[in-house]
């Protein structure tokens, strides 16, 4: 195999994997449509049906414990009826998208973890991670560390999920 052969080789054995990476983060934009809870949305695109949204990098309290409904009416008077940028990592077990989700820039994540209203989910990589905001809101006894509520993670492993309906 001479030279040239063995570089189109590799260059081909390259491409399914930038084709994966060019797809794994893609964009959304639409309105908000319906607030779940702390921590999932409901965008519907131009001319689409409403998409479920799991912001990344955060995890709020279930609807049902302590601290959850204000977590996701905190997040209803900020997004609902507003237009939001999406950038799309992963899917979840329950079929909705994770992602970043932006406000006219801001990073909605950040803005939840810094006003006390959701925590910050431990990441490998750093920059998903808002353990600064974090910290901020844990010192400045903001929202959910007033209120002394439990990790959704921990809960959930005592008394399980307790969405209300999912859907809008």
């Known amino acids: 195999m ?32 319906h607030v779940t809870d702390g921590d999932t949305i409901w965008v519907r695109p131009a001319g689409g049906p409403a998409v479920p949204v799991r912001l990344q990098g955060i995890d709020a309290p279930e609807i049902c414990q302590a601290f959850g409904r204000q977590s996701r009416d905190a997040l209803a008077a900020r ?8 950038t799309i990592r992963a899917r ?22 810094a006003g006390g209203y959701a925590w910050s989910t431990r990441s490998r ?13 844990r010192q400045a006894g903001r929202g959910l560390w007033a209120a002394a509520a439990q990790e959704p993670r921990l809960f959930r492993r005592r008394h399980g999920s307790c969405h209300e309906a999912a859907s809008p």
């Open 2 to 33: 001479n030279t040239l052969t063995r570089i189109l080789v590799q260059v081909l054995a390259l491409l399914p994997l930038i084709a994966c990476a060019a797809a794994s983060a893609r964009e959304l934009r639409g309105v908000v449509s």
């Open 79 to 86: 997004l609902l009826r507003r237009p939001v940028q999406v």
């Open 92 to 113: 979840d077990i329950h079929h909705r998208s994770v992602g970043r989700v932006e406000l006219q820039g801001q990073d909605v994540g950040a803005w939840l973890v």
């Open 125 to 137: 990589n750093r920059s998903d991670s808002y353990a600064d905001e974090q910290a901020q809101a």
